[in-house]
């Protein structure tokens, strides 16, 4: 029996699988199916799709790439937009279509539960899932976050729709398992010919016994950490298998895990030639426990530069965070802010500060008021006031999902709906008056970037990121060729990116 994995990537609070992320996911399965399995994206699918002059579904692609209702394969129209749809390839065309005929079994990977703004792919919704999976006759699996329901835009509540023919089947492999799993899922890589920052999961569920009231975390996993000899072995067979770029991010804090001191350390040591080792999310109370500005020096010493511990702020309003059990105050965010800018501020090889934490913002939370957004402000610039730095400020409007505390909770409903047409002009003030003079702060003209890799083309300007956990976006205003390296000089500023040339370049 030939099965396939079919990738149509995921995103959720604690793990991140969209291009160019591979996330735990695909890894996993590849393992449990002893290494032997075939694997494809939605971008080959859509693509095959394309080739047999298939209408694609009308996917939620927003603004991407709304017009390109099909793209001329073989245009060399210097003016077209790389369409992102179809940019993450694993396969040529005749091999597609031989995967296709002699699947038996198709498991679908998808589902995202933190909706966000993808440079160059594209998740599959529940509904492309459902059009283009007719392509195969097999039994059909979906797991990963969708089985909970996905969404990939904010301020609404979750896609569902019954699917044709498939079973729905959450894969738990408990950790005394990923041992024997994570050796065989390593060489998933050599399916994929182009480069992959790799997620290790250190944890799962939440360290907190009531979660966030509208997290789903809770919902999925029980809070458990894993071995630090499991996470550093399965480094190593990703190393082995030439993987280079590492993220540390599948976990609700990674300060959680009592070993993650030597598990950084010991990595850095048995991977020598690594480009990067990141991090993800960090609960800024855990940068204020007793170890926790021992572990900020330790990710400091340990992992590459232009790292960020991705703060779960979510909001400075002490009513919201009360009403939403979001627990951390303002106070105390500000306090892990300043520990962590005064071990990762200094400037590292990349270019960008070696490591500084990055705040998410979330609109449409219950209690949520006026008062809120000020409140918000009020602390946003109290951090620009003392010269400190964060790296990625994240505003969202919250999606709704069965099973939280505040998709049942009738009142955070009408609190969403009354306050959505607030959210344009709040989100515009906190990037006009907070983002922009950040990032000024955070990569001041003529700083170097080192090694940003270029990803697609919007006409005349090509857009690239260096490697890393939320990667700053560079605009250069020539076709440079994609998927190589440059330095890049910043010669201006945008709201959320940055505008610079190839260093050295007249």
């Given at each position: 029996m ?5 990738d ?13 992320y591979?996330?735990t996911y ?12 075939e694997y ?6 859509r693509?095959?799709?394309?080739l ?5 579904p009308?996917t939620d692609?927003?603004?991407h790439?709304?017009?390109?209702n ?5 245009s060399?129209?210097?003016?077209l ?7 993450n ?10 995967i296709?005929q ?11 539960h ?12 529940l509904f492309?899932i ?6 195969f006759?097999?039994?059909?699996i979906?797991?990963?976050p ?5 969404r990939l835009?904010?301020?609404k509540?979750?896609?569902a ?7 729905l089947k959450h894969?738990t ?10 050796i ?10 182009d480069l992959?920052?790799?997620?290790l ?7 907190r016994?009531?979660?966030c009231?509208f997290c789903?975390?809770?919902i999925?996993?029980?809070y ?17 298998n030439g ?9 609700s ?5 009592p070993g993650i001191?030597?598990?950084?350390r010991?990595?850095r040591?048995?991977c ?13 109370l ?10 900020t ?10 790292n960020?511990?991705?703060?779960g702020?979510?909001s400075f309003?002490?009513t ?13 965010i500000?306090k892990?802010?300043?520990i ?11 270019g960008?500060?070696t ?10 939370l ?5 008062s ?6 009020k ?6 006031a003392e010269n ?9 409007q919250v ?13 955070a409903r009408?609190s969403l709906?009354k306050?959505k047409?607030h959210?344009?002009k709040?989100?515009?003030q906190?990037?006009?008056e907070?983002?922009a ?11 170097v970037?080192?090694?940003?890799r ?11 990121r260096?490697i890393g ?6 605009g250069v205003?020539?076709?440079l ?12 500023h945008?709201?959320r ?10």
């Amino acid at each position: 029996m030939v099965t396939t994995i079919l990738d149509c990537y995921t995103d959720e609070p604690s793990g991140l699988g969209v291009p160019p992320y591979l996330g735990t996911y695909p890894r996993y399965l590849y393992g449990y199916l002893d290494g032997k399995a075939e694997y494809l994206t939605i971008d080959d699918l859509r693509y095959h799709a394309m080739l047999q002059n298939v209408a694609l579904p009308d996917t939620d692609i927003r603004k991407h790439n709304r017009k390109l209702n099909r793209l001329d394969l073989q245009s060399k129209n210097k003016e077209l937009k790389t369409d992102i749809r179809i940019k993450n390839l694993t396969k040529q065309p005749n091999e597609i279509q031989g995967i296709i005929q002699k699947t038996d079994e198709l498991i679908v990977v998808g589902g995202v539960h933190t909706p966000g703004t993808y440079l160059s792919a594209l998740p599959g919704t529940l509904f492309e899932i459902n059009t283009l999976s007719r392509l195969f006759d097999a039994e059909k699996i979906l797991t990963g976050p969708a089985v909970y329901g996905t969404r990939l835009e904010g301020g609404k509540s979750f896609e569902a729709m019954p699917l044709e023919g498939f079973r729905l089947k959450h894969f738990t492999f408990p950790y005394s398992e990923l041992d024997e799993l994570f050796i065989k899922g390593a060489s998933i890589v050599h399916h994929i010919p182009d480069l992959r920052i790799v997620e290790l999961e250190t944890s799962r569920g939440c360290t907190r016994w009531k979660g966030c009231a509208f997290c789903t975390e809770p919902i999925k996993n029980r809070y458990e950490h894993r071995g630090k000899e499991s996470i550093i072995n399965e480094a190593k067979e990703l190393y082995r298998n030439g993987v280079r770029y590492f993220r540390l991010g599948k976990q609700s804090s990674l300060y959680s895990h009592p070993g993650i001191i030597e598990i950084l350390r010991t990595i850095r040591k048995e991977c020598p030639n690594l480009e990067v080792l990141h991090i993800d999310n960090v609960d800024p109370l855990h940068v204020l426990s007793r170890r926790g500005e021992e572990i900020t020096k330790a990710v400091a010493t340990y992992c590459t530069s232009g790292n960020i511990a991705a703060f779960g702020v979510e909001s400075f309003d002490k009513t919201v965070i009360k009403e939403n059990n979001l627990i951390v105050p303002p106070e105390a965010i500000l306090k892990a802010v300043r520990i962590i800018n005064k071990w990762g501020a200094h400037r590292g090889p990349s270019g960008l500060p070696t490591y500084l934490p990055g705040i998410n913002l979330l609109f449409g939370l219950k209690g949520e008021t006026k008062s809120t957004h000020e409140e918000n402000m009020k602390f946003l610039k109290q951090i620009l006031a003392e010269n400190l730095m964060f790296r990625r400020l994240n505003i969202r409007q919250v999606a709704l999902f069965e099973g939280t505390p505040l998709y049942q909770d009738p009142d955070a409903r009408k609190s969403l709906r009354k306050n959505k047409k607030h959210y344009w002009k709040w989100r515009n003030q906190i990037r006009n008056e907070v983002d922009a003079p950040m990032l000024n702060q955070v990569v001041p003209k003529g700083t170097v970037l080192r090694k940003v890799r270029m990803e697609v083309y919007d006409g005349n300007t090509t857009f690239g990121r260096q490697i890393g956990t939320y990667p700053l976006v560079v605009g250069v205003p020539q076709r440079l060729q994609l998927g190589s390296f440059y330095d890049i000089s910043i010669t201006d500023h945008m709201l959320r990116s940055v505008v610079g040339k190839v260093h050295g370049a007249l």
